[in-house]
Every structure is written in C-alpha cells, then in structure tokens.
C-alpha cells in the first residue's frame, strides 16, 4: 500500500491522489487502505517514514565500512546513488511533499537531524582530529549539498541532464570533497 502510494504521489501531486487512487494502485479496495490510516495523508508521511529510516540506515552503513582518513566524497555519491536507486520514494521526500502538511514538514525536519548527526559521525571517522564545531558546520555543508543534489536528480533538473549522470556525481564527489576539506586541492 506505502509502495503504491508513494509511486502515485512521486508521479502526481499529492493534493490530486485519492484514496481511490492509492488503493486501485495497490489493487485493494478503499476500506481497506482506510482500515489501516485515516487518510491519504497518514499514507504519504509513513512512506516518507520508511524512507527516511532507510535513508538513515544507509548512512550508518556507508559510515561503519568507512575508513579513517578516507575522502568522504565517495560516501556522499554512494548515498545519491542509492536515492536514485529510491527515486520515487526520494521524489516523495524532498519534491512531492514539501509544504503538504505539518506532520510532513516535522518528519522532514527530524529526518534532516539524524541525516546530520550521522554525517557529523562519517565527519569525525574520516578526519579525527576535527573540532565538534567543525564537523558540525561541514556536515551542515553536506547535507545541503546531499539535498540539492537529491532533488536535482529526482527532477532531472536543467543541470543533471546537462552534465549526465556520471559527470553530474563526479561533480557532487569533488565538491563533497571540498566542503570537507577545503585546504586540500
């Protein structure tokens, strides 16, 4: 039912899917999606749930296999590899549902806490010596950058079909690097 939400919402703006609609995708009649949430609104903020705590485990992972004094740009393109790999869902995320409801807004919110503090981990492993400060405003820097080129991506904005896919996380590598380190050439 979240699978075949989160493909009508990614695909139609939310204010136009029904109820109706979630369920002939999900081949299940409306009571029953009823049974389960209250409204359309419940479906979309727990699929942006599950991908959220997804997205989360995902960066726990990339942080645990990675290496100290490793570049930390291979793990931001790991992650925008795995949101294309999640395009509806990460097209719920950060496009579809921004500005759909409060509890939307607040999930989004505290998804973008976890994102940081996991990032600030990823931080302190690959360089120890970083201040908490530091790591701080850099894992900042890289969830910004993470954001954008999520909803780049997920768009197939101007720029990401301009560059090409490789190129365009080439680019997101390099700069992930920079935001990390910005001494290092």
Not at 51 to 57: G, N, P, T
């Amino acid at each position: 039912m979240i699978e075949a939400a989160t493909e009508l919402f990614a695909t139609q703006p939310p204010d136009e899917v029904t109820v109706a609609d979630i369920a002939a995708r999900a081949e299940m009649t409306s009571a029953a999606v009823y049974y389960h949430f209250s409204s359309k609104d419940q479906v979309l903020v727990e699929g942006m749930r599950v991908f959220a705590a997804a997205l989360c485990e995902q960066l726990e992972a990339i942080t645990e296999a990675h290496g100290p004094d490793s570049d930390i740009g291979p793990a931001i393109t790991t992650l925008v590899a795995w949101l294309g790999e999640h395009r509806s869902a990460a097209t719920v995320f950060f496009v579809s549902s921004a500005g759909m409801s409060q509890e939307a807004e607040a999930l989004r919110q505290e998804s973008r806490t976890k994102l940081l503090a996991g990032l600030v981990r990823l931080i302190h492993k690959a360089r120890e010596s970083v201040s908490d400060a530091e790591a701080a405003v850099i894992g900042l820097g890289l969830l910004a950058l993470l954001e954008t080129a999520a909803i780049s991506q997920v768009r197939g904005d101007d720029l990401y079909r301009s560059l090409g896919h490789r190129s365009f996380v080439r680019e997101v590598s390099h700069l992930a690097e920079r935001i990390a380190d910005p001494t290092a050439e």
